[in-house]
């Protein structure tokens, strides 16, 4: 199960993230969202419709996209306005980069993250491939993400499939596990991050229960 923590101002933004198997078929089943609204399947069409224009685009084109959606940002353009190139944007880097290509239940699932809602998926059905949508989108505020996973095996496995993802989009990752020394911690904290929840960082205390 995953849960999104929204954060205020200053915050970093927190994705709890279970275990994952490979994305071989579509889930079976609408993600945290049983019946999605009409505005929700809105946004799935709208990314939908951009899939085909993104495939033109060139390998160098994705981290300038990245830049570009950015600036939007800093110039007021709100997070949800954007969520439907920056979606496009991960499904076709993540087709690329792992041959793994986000089906509409999974990016109703990013969505419903994104949302600040419980999105629960049964083992295969992509979950740490859905996590990377909203992990993508709340990165581009430059507040910080940290995806946690359930122990540091899974963080550092994670931060190098998806990390895949992200390096093509032009976005760091990096992965803290308990035996890191501090130097390294400090440093890892400046990208995209994956971890485990540790007392050490002041996690555990914020994982929903």
């Known amino acids: 199960m995953y849960k999104i923590v ?11 993230v279970p275990n994952h198997l490979p994305n071989k078929k579509p889930p079976t089943r609408n993600i945290g969202l049983p019946n999605p609204s009409i505005k929700t399947q809105k946004i799935v069409n709208k990314i939908n419709s951009l899939e085909q224009s993104l495939k033109t685009l060139k390998d160098s084109d994705f981290p300038l996209k990245t830049q570009e959606l950015k600036q939007k940002i800093k110039s007021d353009v709100k997070l949800d306005e954007i ?5 496009a944007y ?3 880097a993540s087709r690329r980069a792992r041959n793994e ?15 600040g809602k419980i999105a ?4 295969g059905e992509g979950k740490t491939l859905v996590s990377t949508l ?10 910080g993400v940290h995806i946690v996973t359930v122990n540091d095996y899974l963080a550092k496995r994670d931060s190098e499939w998806m990390g895949k993802v992200y390096n093509y989009l032009g976005l760091t990752t990096g992965c803290i596990t308990n035996d ?16 485990s929840p540790s007392p050490r960082d002041g996690l555990l205390s914020r994982m929903p229960s």
């Open 83 to 87: 969520l439907p190139d920056a979606f």
């Open 134 to 143: 909203p992990a993508y989108l709340n990165s581009l505020t430059g507040r």
């Open 6 to 16: 929204a954060p205020t101002v200053n915050e970093k933004v927190t994705i709890n």
């Open 180 to 195: 890191i020394d501090d130097i390294e911690r400090k440093k890892n904290y400046n990208c995209l991050l994956y971890t």
């Open 101 to 115: 290509r986000h089906f509409d239940v999974q990016l109703l699932g990013g969505i419903a993250l994104h949302q």
């Open 120 to 123: 629960e998926m049964k083992t």
């Open 90 to 92: 991960v499904r076709e």
